[in-house]
């Protein structure tokens, strides 16, 4: 059974950091792309960052660009979201989402992530004050 398990959330005040950690249990690792996603309350949830399943590629959401960071280590089962000045617009619960490779990531991130089979985490709270 695939499991999805994030930690890390919290809060921070505007412009600290925090790290987000996904761990992947239950299917293999490196065959599998990785994503965070988040959702506002009141909006719907988006992607935020996907990673490829061998790591070579890597989408961004505008907002996320440039401050924000994935990265993963297959040897841990695990993907990372390393976020730097964090606003106040970043406070949401921030998903952790794997798919099959197989999916063209461009595509997964931009908005096929909304139809195609993912296994999802429950999600980890981000608050960022102001």
């Known amino acids: 059974q695939v499991q999805v398990v994030e930690s890390g959330g919290g809060l921070v005040q505007a412009g600290g950091s925090l790290r987000l950690s996904c761990i992947l249990s239950g299917a293999p690792f490196d065959r599998y792309h990785m994503s965070w996603f988040r959702q506002a309350p009141g909006k719907e949830r988006e992607a935020v960052a996907c990673?490829?399943?061998?790591?070579?590629?890597?989408y961004y959401s505008d907002s996320a660009e440039g401050r924000f960071t994935i990265s993963r280590d297959d040897a841990a089962n695990a993907v990372y979201l390393d976020m730097n000045n964090l606003k106040p617009d970043d406070t949401a619960i921030f998903y952790c989402?794997?798919?099959?490779?197989?999916?063209?990531?461009?595509?997964?991130?931009?908005?096929?992530?909304?139809?195609?089979?993912?296994?999802w985490g429950q999600g980890t709270q981000v608050t960022v004050s102001s």
């Open positions: 989402a794997a798919t099959r490779m197989g999916l063209y990531l461009r595509n997964y991130c931009s908005g096929s992530w909304k139809v195609a089979e993912s296994s």
């Open positions: 990673i490829g399943w061998n790591g070579k590629y890597s």
